[in-house]
């Protein structure tokens, strides 16, 4: 199986990959087992960061530079589609909001209070003027504090979420992803149970509930993670990796739900 790694681990620098022309399909990061960061759709977009923090943004032979003053422990998270660029990253205390609509030549800031750090941050756009932010806070033996923020303004403003998340699952956060305003899937490390630790809300992220997924049979003694889910044409990709105990990875099993989350099934060609 091939798919497009892009390495991001704490306290070393920061690459990824550039490229010259953008896809119509959005990006999806998600975190592995190991810290490493991933955008399983396999779309290249032009972001890059130096060994400083600084964001680089190529596009034809212009580069243009961002500095963010990255902490050296936090990893920034990251969307692109053809109408946004979006970039959050704490610093200081503070959650740092960078949005683009113009290809990267200009930026909306925004700047949100941060109690303590955050090791990883998750951002999207369902809209040109929805988008959602979760923040990871670690908290010590594989749990995290998490934070969901909302922009109905495309960026320049964001507002917490009252959520019942934390109470739920206080795990590592391994993907998220919104469909709509009000439908939004978050997923966990997997905790020795073959079905992935997957929740799902249908009133903005103020509660969450599990989401149960038929496991095929020939990975019933696998482990399962979640990967983040896209959505374009009414249509979502929810991927799951299936891995042996060591956490290679056997096989990613893509699910598709034609009703924002009600059912799931796999492809017969999968």
């Not at 966990?188 to 079905?195: A, G, Q, S, V």
């Not at 993670?225 to 990613?252: H, R």
């Amino acid at each position: 199986m091939k798919r497009i790694c892009i390495a991001i681990f704490c306290l070393i620098p920061l690459f990824l990959c550039a490229c010259r022309q953008q896809s119509s399909q959005p990006t999806a990061y998600s975190r592995l087992m190991n810290g490493q960061i991933i955008n399983w759709t396999e779309q290249e977009y032009p972001f890059s960061f130096g060994e400083n923090g600084t964001l680089f943004y190529s596009l034809g032979q212009m580069e243009r530079q961002v500095p963010l003053e990255l902490e050296e422990s936090s990893v920034p998270g990251l969307y692109a589609s053809d109408q946004i660029l979006a970039v959050s990253y704490p610093s200081n205390d503070r959650l740092n909001v960078l949005t683009s609509r113009d290809n990267g030549k200009t930026w909306q800031e925004a700047s949100l209070p941060l109690n303590g750090s955050a090791s990883w941050s998750c951002i999207g756009f369902t809209s040109e003027s929805n988008g959602w932010l979760i923040t990871c806070s670690f908290a010590g033996m594989g749990r995290e504090t998490h934070i969901l923020y909302k922009t109905t303004d495309g960026g320049q403003s964001w507002s917490p979420v009252e959520s019942d998340l934390n109470d739920v699952c206080a795990r590592m956060l391994s993907c998220a992803g919104f469909l709509n305003d009000e439908v939004g899937f978050l997923g966990f490390r997997y905790e020795n149970d073959p079905m992935p630790t997957l929740f799902m809300t249908r009133n903005g992220g103020e509660n969450w509930s599990p989401l149960t997924l038929e496991i095929p049979e020939e990975y019933a003694d696998c482990n399962a993670t979640a990967l983040s889910p896209i959505y374009e044409n009414g249509q979502c990709i929810l991927p799951v990796d299936f891995s042996n105990g060591e956490g290679t990875v056997a096989e990613t099993v893509y699910y598709i739900s034609t009703d924002l989350g009600e059912s799931f099934t796999i492809p017969s060609n999968a």
